[in-house]
């Protein structure tokens, strides 16, 4: 099994979403989120890759190239009131929708994050990926509590994406 993972948005050139207290980047999670999960899916004996580029189509174009069998997108979300919480999974096939399962379920018996579940996403790395493709919002990064969530836990979410991913292996 070949993993691409995909941290979300581009160092310079797209913060994604941005905490409006503390400045904090769901870029920079994700990359230190995405790191982390290929250290442990690399010391369980998972080939892997961490991809990010700032184009939609180059992030799936570098994953098909990769003739990955797993991909899997991180994310932080972020809403207008700042007020919401919570980890949720998209997935778009119904292979996708299984790996989405195996991904939050790890993360909520993990973390006590609030569970929003997995969701079906027209999301376009979702739709132009030729591997079984989730995208995980780990939480919301402009809610101050979620976001301490996210700081603290990064490693564990690191740890649990990585059981999720070989638990749908083994599935
Ligand atoms: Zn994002």
């Given at each position: 099994?070949?993993v691409f993972i995909n941290?979300?948005?581009?160092?310079?050139?797209?913060?994604?979403?941005?905490?409006?207290?503390?400045?904090?980047?769901?870029?920079?999670?994700?990359?230190?989120?995405?790191?982390?999960?290929?250290?442990?899916?690399?010391?369980?004996?998972?080939?892997?890759?961490?991809?990010?580029?700032?184009?939609?189509?180059?992030i799936c174009?570098?994953s098909?190239?990769?003739?990955a069998d797993v991909f899997v997108s991180?994310?932080?979300?972020?809403?207008?009131?700042?007020?919401?919480?919570?980890?949720?999974?998209?997935?778009?096939?119904?292979?996708g929708?299984?790996?989405?399962?195996?991904?939050?379920?790890?993360?909520?018996?993990?973390?006590?994050?609030?569970?929003?579940?997995?969701?079906?996403?027209?999301?376009?790395v979702l739709?132009?990926t030729e591997a079984v493709a989730a995208l995980?919002?780990?939480?919301?990064?402009?809610?101050?509590?979620?976001?301490?969530?996210?700081?603290?836990?990064?490693?564990?979410?690191?740890?649990?994406?990585?059981?999720?991913?070989?638990?749908?292996?083994?599935?």
């Open positions: 099994m070949k941290p979300g948005h581009h160092v310079t050139l797209d913060s994604g979403a941005v905490n409006p207290v503390t400045g904090d980047r769901e870029v920079d999670i994700a990359i230190e989120c995405a790191k982390l999960v290929e250290k442990y899916l690399l010391a369980a004996g998972v080939e892997c890759t961490v991809g990010q580029y700032n184009e939609l189509q180059e174009d570098a098909n190239a990769y003739d991180i994310h932080c979300n972020a809403c207008e009131s700042h007020e919401a919480r919570g980890t949720e999974t998209y997935y778009k096939s119904f292979s929708q299984h790996l989405a399962s195996c991904i939050q379920s790890q993360i909520i018996r993990s973390i006590a994050m609030i569970d929003r579940g997995v969701k079906e996403g027209n999301l376009y739709k132009h995980v919002e780990l939480g919301f990064i402009d809610n101050m509590d979620d976001l301490a969530m996210l700081k603290d836990n990064t490693d564990t979410f690191a740890r649990a994406i990585a059981r999720g991913i070989t638990d749908y292996e083994i599935a």
